[in-house]
């Protein structure tokens, strides 16, 4: 049984800098990617960046690049996003989710099979 576990969400300033981390069980994930969302209230859930289990390749949003920064540790099963300089618009519940990698990252929620159960990133100005 696949599990994707979401921590480390909590309230920051603007300008500040918080870590959520996703552990992955109950398969092999060395063949998938894994990717980040987030959801603010009323709006669709958003894609934040990816990055490949294998070879640790990422990919970032437009409105995340140079301020977030994704990767992994293998022997924990693990994948962290870093978000530094927060802005109150990156408020939200943040998701992780896995789906197989076929050699393009997946930026739509459709292409994910597994995900978490999210964590909530609250950012105040």
């Known amino acids: 049984q696949v599990q994707l576990v979401e921590s480390g969400g909590g309230l920051v300033q603007a300008g500040g800098s918080l870590r959520v981390s996703c552990t992955a069980s109950?398969?092999?994930?060395?063949?998938?990617?894994m990717g980040w969302f987030r959801q603010a209230p009323e709006k669709e859930r958003e894609f934040v960046g990816a990055?490949?289990?294998?070879?640790?390749?990422?990919y970032y949003a437009d409105s995340v690049k140079g301020r977030f920064t994704i990767s992994r540790d293998n022997a924990k099963n693990t994948v962290y996003l870093q978000m530094n300089s927060l802005k109150p618009e990156d408020t939200g519940v943040y998701y992780c989710?896995?789906?197989?990698?076929?050699?393009?990252?997946?930026?739509?929620?459709?292409?994910?099979?597994?995900w978490g159960q999210g964590t909530q990133v609250t950012v105040s100005s």
């Open positions: 989710a896995a789906t197989y990698d076929f050699g393009s990252f997946e930026l739509g929620p459709n292409d994910y099979d597994y």
């Open positions: 990055i490949r289990w294998s070879g640790g390749k990422t």
């Open positions: 109950g398969r092999t994930f060395s063949s998938y990617a």
